[in-house]
C-alpha cells in the first residue's frame, strides 16, 4: 500500500528541488576609447578691463557750475562733461590781453625811434651809441611782446579748460563730483572706457605660453580666444591675443597676457570677471575619453573598464587637458578598451555587466 504524503509536505518537497535564479547582469552604458589628434585646451581666470581708461582730472582749480553728460551713457572725443567756473579765468585773459596791447605800444614806439635813429646815426647827427641804445630798447619790447603774448595764451587755455571734456570716445563712469565742488588736478571728477573692444588679462604659465606664442608669432592666434561668463555661459564672439607682458613674474612662474573681445552690445563692463579658452598645442594621437566616464576618488582619477568578458576593471587613470567634452587620458587606458559613461555609480571591480552602447 502506497504512503500518500500531505499536501503542504508535497509543496515544500517541490520548493526545495529547484535553486535561486540567478540575477540579471547591471546594464551599463559604454564607449570606446578614441585615439586621435586633438587641439590641447588651456583655460586661465580673466579680468575685463576697457581697452582705454580716461580718467577725467580738471586742468585748472575752480568751482564745479555743472554736470554735462549722463551717468553710464557713451560719449564722444571732445564732448563736454564738466562746467567749471570761468570768471576768474575770463578776467585774467582780459588782463594780459590788456598788458599785451601795452607792450605792442611800447614795441612799436621802440621801433620808430631805431627808424628815426638810424639815418642819423649815418649823418653823424647822433652817436652810435644812442642808435644801439634805440635797437636794445627795441629788442627788449619786443620780448615783452612774446611773453605778454604767451601769457595771454595760457590765459586762454585756462579759459577753454574750465570745459572739462573727454578726451576718448567711450562710456562715460560714474560722476565722482557734484555741483559746488572745489576740484583741481589732484581729483577725479569720472573715467571714461573704451568697452568696444574690451580687453581680457590673464595669467598664464611660462609652459602655455610658450606653446601659444609659437603660432602667435606667426600671425595665427586670430579668432583663438573664448571668453566663459561668470554664469557659466560662452560668450558668443570670440576674441584675439592682443599683447604679452614683458617678462615672467619669478614668484608665480606666470606671464601677464591680454586679449580683446568684440563687444559692440555693451554687455561685457571693466572688472568683470571670466575664463578664457585657448588651444595652446595639438596632442597627435591623443587618447579619449568623456568627462562623465572619469570620477574622483582620494585625490585620484578613475574609470570603469568593461572588458571582453563584461567584467568591470576599476582603473586609476592619468589625465591630461580637456579638449571640448572629452578629457585626453597620458596613462591607464589602451585604444579600442571599453569605458563605462553611463551607470558608474553601480558598478565595482569583478562585476559582471550588460554593455550597450551609450550615448
Known sequence: MKHLLPPMLALLLAGCSHSPRPAAPAQVGVVPVVQQDVPLVREWIANLDGFVNAEIRPQVEG???????????????????????PRAFRAAADQARAALARDKAARDKARLDVDRFTPLAAQKAISQQELDNAAAALRQAQAAVDASQAALDKAALNVEWTRVASPI???AGIAKVQMG???????????????????AYFSATEQDYRDWARDWAKGGGKGSLELVLSDGTVYPRRGDPLLADRGIDPRTGTILVAGTFPNPDGLLRPGQFGKVRAAVALARGALLVPQRAIWDLQGTSQVAVVGRDNRVDIRVVQTGAKAGPLVVIEKGLNPGERVVVEGTQKVASGQLVAPVPGK
Open 169 to 171: 570716445d567711450g562710456v
Open 181 to 199: 565742488d572745489l576740484v583741481n588736478g589732484t581729483r577725479v571728477m569720472t573715467t571714461v572706457s573704451t568697452l568696444n573692444p574690451i580687453k
Open 63 to 85: 568751482y564745479v557750475l555743472r554736470q554735462a553728460y549722463r551717468e553710464g551713457s557713451a560719449v564722444r572725443r571732445g564732448q563736454t562733461l564738466f562746467e567749471i567756473d
